[in-house]
């Protein structure tokens, strides 16, 4: 009985989350290059500094151009765009699990939210 509840659940979650993202995946962004600013999570009152950010239909690229002491210069980031259902955010996904985590950007383990409608890529 708990099996046959854990997966009509599971397959509950999934339809629900698939239905709600199927709205959201319009990226609020057309492909092209635009400047983000890199914030910290846990030090967001500090003023951030600009990445060079490449969108290509879901594909992200995130280049720091600036030599610095706590993000190397060069392609910080890179991975597929992906809206998360739980935290209501975008996320950049390296896999396909990563819409599930429980815990998404900031300074969780899991993926790095970026904020496409304000140009934000959270950092921690």
Not at 60 to 76: F, T
Not at 80 to 97: A, D, P, R
Request: proline fraction near 2%.
């Amino acid at each position: 009985m708990k099996t046959v509840l854990f997966i009509s659940t599971l397959l509950l979650t999934f339809a629900f989350s698939t239905s709600l993202t199927a709205d959201e995946k319009k990226l609020p962004l057309a492909d092209g290059e635009y400047a983000f600013t890199f914030k910290d999570a846990e030090f967001s009152h500090l003023e951030g500094y600009d990445l060079l950010v490449k969108i290509s239909k879901y594909h992200i690229v995130v280049i720091n151009q600036h030599e610095d002491k706590v993000m190397p210069k060069g392609v910080i980031d890179e991975g597929e765009l992906k809206f998360h259902v739980g935290s209501n955010q975008w996320i950049i996904s390296t896999e396909e699990s990563d819409i599930f985590a429980e815990e998404v950007g900031g300074c969780s383990d899991g993926p790095t939210v970026v904020d496409l409608v304000n140009k934000i890529y959270w950092f921690c």
